[in-house]
Structure formats: structure tokens, C-alpha cells
């Protein structure tokens, strides 16, 4: 049911964002209408990924496989948004230009999906090996997210007025979300799979499921707050603030859980070394 709960909210969220930028279509010349499809396919690859996800795990209550065949689209879903900056609406450009721009459209999926067929699906379909697979995944999509970022930085400088405004909140999006991606991997590593962990071993067997749900499910009921909320926040205090407020945040976080591990350390191998002998004491009276 928690599992439900967060998968259904993500999918939610982004198809929030996917109906608020298709309906931008509408508006602004051919080329606009062009930049907001784009930016509109992109975000519909994204909630398209993640209803496969919730697929798995909600209809099916299953765990998702790995490697998961939605990991493409997630992937792919960046390139329409490439795309649309490439298209660069904000400026006037004839008509041999807007046909470079389409060019670059087809150029950028092409060069993109040559990058996953040469150094992901290897893993996941010829040779199937998960660590490499995961390894490469994440340096590639990372990769992505850095040059959709850099892209956005150039097309920012050389606009002004409203698109300036679209451009610098399309940055702060991708920059938390690129942030985002790299503390989860640094988290998996060093916070939750420690975390999961102890859950798994000092939790009783029955109440192990119940535990993991509740603790998926705060994960994920916690960063809506964030996710409706930054926006303003980025405007009031200025993105790089809130960039070092995120990064503080997660530092702290990993400091206080290697305090509290320390702290209690003695305490857990006690209790783990009565249940080991409690165990064995069955044993030792019956020779």
C-alpha cells in the first residue's frame, strides 16, 4: 500500500508538469509551439518510465527487474529536451536555420542512442551483467543531465526577457535534479544500503516487509515538499544557496548517521550476541 502510495505520486507529479507544458503549445509562434513539443515529448518519455515502474510494483507486486527495460526511456527522455534548446526559440532565425535546427533534432537522438547501444545494452541484453550495467547507466545518464545543463547555460546567456526567465527555471530544475541523482547514488552507497542493513537484521522476520514499505514510503512522501516547493525557494533565497543548503543538508545527514552507528554500536552488537546465545543455548543442553 506505501509502495503504492509513492509510485502513484510520482506518476502523478509528472504528468502534472507534462499537461502544464503541453499546454504552452499553443501559444507563441511555429517555433515556440515546436520548443514546448519537445519539452512536452520529453517530460511524457519521463511519466511514461515511471508508469512502467509503478506497473511492476503495483499491479504486478513484483520487484522491478534489473536491468529494467524502462531504463531507455529514461535515458531518452533528456534528448527531446536537448532538442528544444537546440531549436533556441528566443531568437529570429530564417528559414534554412529552422531546418538546421530539425537536423539537430535527428543528429542528437541518433548520437545519443549510438552512446546507450554501445555501452549499455551490451550489459542488459548480450552479455547481462548488473554491475556493469548500473555502472555505465549512471556515468551515461549523468553525462546527459551535464550537457542538457550546459546547454541551458548557453541559450540563457545569449536571451533576454521572458525566455531568460524560462531558461534560468529550467536550470535550477535540472541542476537539483542532476544534485539529486548524485547524493541518491552517494546515499545508496554509504547511507541507505548500511541503513537497510540493520533494518534487515534487527528487524523480526514478520515485521521485515512492514519496515521496508514504511521506510520506501517516507522516502518518497518527503521529497514532495522539496519538489513543490523549491521553485520558490530558489527565487527567494537564489539557486547557488539552495544548492549549498541541499549539499549541507546531505553532508550533515551522513554525518549524524555515523554518529548515531558509533554511538550505538555497542549497544547493537550486545543485543545481537544474547540473541546469537539464546539461540544456542537449546544446543548446548540437549549434548
Known sequence: MLTAI?????????????????????????????????MALGF?????SQVLWTYFEVVLR??????????????????????????QPHMRQDRHLARLGLLDVVLLLVGWLYLYLFLVIPWQYVYPNEAIY???FN?????????????????????????????????????????????AGVAIDFINIPAQTAVQEYTPERLKGRVLALQLMLYNALSIPVILFIGGIADTLGLPIVIYLVAASIIAFGLWGRYYENKHKHSFTGDLHEETAELTEPERVSR
Open 134 to 136: 548500473g555502472h555505465n
Open 62 to 87: 513484483k520487484e522491478t527487474p534489473n536491468p529494467f527495460v524502462g531504463d531507455v526511456i529514461l535515458f531518452l527522455h533528456i534528448v527531446p529536451m536537448m532538442a528544444a534548446l537546440a531549436i
Open 44 to 48: 511524457a518519455a519521463w511519466f511514461c
Open 6 to 38: 509513492g509510485d502513484l505520486t510520482q506518476c502523478i507529479l509528472l504528468l502534472t508538469a507534462t499537461i502544464f507544458i503541453a499546454w504552452n503549445i499553443t501559444k507563441g509562434d511555429r517555433r515556440a509551439k515546436f520548443f514546448w513539443t519537445l
Open 139 to 183: 556515468i551515461l545518464y549523468l553525462c546527459e543531465h551535464l550537457v542538457f545543463l550546459l546547454g541551458v547555460v548557453l541559450v540563457s546567456q545569449r536571451s533576454a526577457g521572458p525566455w531568460k526567465i524560462i531558461y534560468t527555471q529550467f536550470f535550477g530544475a535540472a541542476a537539483l535534479y542532476a544534485l539529486g541523482s548524485i547524493a
